[in-house]
């Protein structure tokens, strides 16, 4: 059992900047990927970015030179640096882990949400 607790998201002006963080904790040995994803009412739920335990990463084309991901393998967290917001950008944003319990159980949690929103 894995439990995500995300903080910092909240309210700020286009063109600002906010720190999303996920921590994990529980059994989080086998923790191979973390990722962000969001989502809003008019829009499916899309991927924002990920990164491998080999740090390896990947971003949406829309959020690509402005967000970055990165995390700390020892401490189980993983964080969303977003610059440059856009209104666009407005939406509940979901932490996700995946990976491989050590006696070969897959398996993937999501965090509960945190609203971003960002006002013109």
């Known amino acids: 059992q894995v439990q995500l607790v995300e903080s910092g998201g909240g309210l700020v002006q286009a063109g600002g900047s906010l720190r999303l963080s996920c921590a994990a904790s529980?059994?989080?040995?086998?923790?191979?990927?973390m990722r962000w994803y969001r989502q809003n009412p008019g829009k499916q739920r899309e991927l924002v970015a990920a990164?491998?335990?080999?740090?390896?990463?990947n971003y949406a084309d829309s959020v690509k030179g402005r967000f970055t991901i990165s995390r700390d393998s020892a401490k189980n967290t993983v964080d969303l640096q977003m610059n440059s917001l856009k209104p666009e950008d407005t939406a509940l944003y979901y932490c996700n882990v995946g990976g491989v319990e050590p006696w070969g159980a897959p398996f993937e949690y999501w965090g509960q949400g945190m609203q971003v929103t960002v006002s013109s």
């Open positions: 990164i491998s335990s080999g740090g390896s990463t």
């Open positions: 529980g059994s989080t040995f086998g923790i191979n990927a």
